[in-house]
């Protein structure tokens, strides 16, 4: 007889932590992530509770309690992320001791990214945090996206639109890959703000048939993501985990070889 194969073998990290979602291939999607939880406990909470299990998750990896934020994060059956920091002008102390620059040896980011990855685990994939630098170098990018790969986790470029450099190496390696569609609350943003960037989001969506919001963890940009998506569905856009998103992107550019 031969061997049995074992079906979670026969799928990557990504897919197996991934939540299940199924819409028809031309549906709307709008991807939301959550960024930069784990640090402060009401906000993480009520991220965690308050917004439905489609939007993804993503924790800095500097949290004391992350293996617990995150283990509550999957009972409430989220998707979960780990932030990446990425060398960006002005946030060396931002991106703390783990951070990736242009400056370190390939080895000595592959080190930290390795640090990163191992803070937990039943992970979809990491979420670029800062990175205005980082991303936009190739020869320091390749060698992480490349380790990403070959541990079968997602990379979310953070910046707007993504960068030319990520999109093309993910292609290139065959990365499961998002880009995002911009920050709601970067900047000053007030509720007003708030709400009219989500709206941007949404008819990006109905457009282009996809779109990726991404938010940090404020009680305000949680409370506006969950009072917008209470009438997505019904306005012709589905609320999709992260790796659906990628999922699409995998497809098309095995279409397009």
Same mark, same amino acid.
């Given at each position: ?8 073998? !026969? ?29 402060? %406990?009401? %906000?993480?909470?009520? /991220?965690?509770? !308050? ?39 002005? /946030? ?36 670029? %945090? ?58 000053? /943003? ?41 009438? !997505? ?25």
């Amino acid at each position: 007889l031969p061997p049995r194969l074992d079906a979670a073998r !026969l799928y990557q990290p990504w897919q197996r932590t991934a939540r299940s979602f199924s819409v028809p291939a031309r549906q709307p999607v709008v991807a939301v992530v959550v960024a930069g939880l784990g640090l402060t %406990a009401d %906000a993480t909470e009520a /991220a965690i509770t !308050l917004l439905p299990p489609e939007v993804t998750l993503s924790f800095t990896p500097y949290s004391h309690r992350l293996k617990d934020w995150i283990a509550m994060a999957r009972i409430f059956g989220h998707e979960v992320m780990l932030d990446l920091p990425m060398e960006a002008p002005g /946030a060396a102390e931002a991106i703390g001791p783990y951070g990736l620059t242009t400056a370190a040896a390939p080895s000595a980011n592959l080190g930290r990214l390795d640090w990163i990855l191992g803070r937990s685990g039943a992970l979809v994939g990491v979420a670029g %945090a800062y990175g205005q630098g980082f991303l936009g170098n190739p020869t320091a990018l390749r060698p992480v996206l490349a380790e990403l790969r070959a541990r079968g986790l997602i990379f979310l470029d953070n910046a707007p639109g993504g960068h030319a450099a990520s999109s093309a190496l993910a292609a290139d390696l065959g990365l499961p890959f998002a880009a995002s569609d911009g920050k709601i609350d970067s900047g000053l /943003a007030s509720r007003r703000v708030l709400d009219a960037r989500l709206v941007q989001a949404e008819d990006l969506a109905l457009r282009r048939g996809s779109a990726v919001v991404m938010a940090e963890g404020l009680p305000v940009s949680i409370e506006r993501i969950a009072t917008w998506l209470l009438g !997505l569905s019904e306005r012709g856009v589905e609320v999709a985990p992260i790796s659906a998103i990628a999922r699409r992107n995998l497809m098309r550019w095995e279409v397009s070889g």
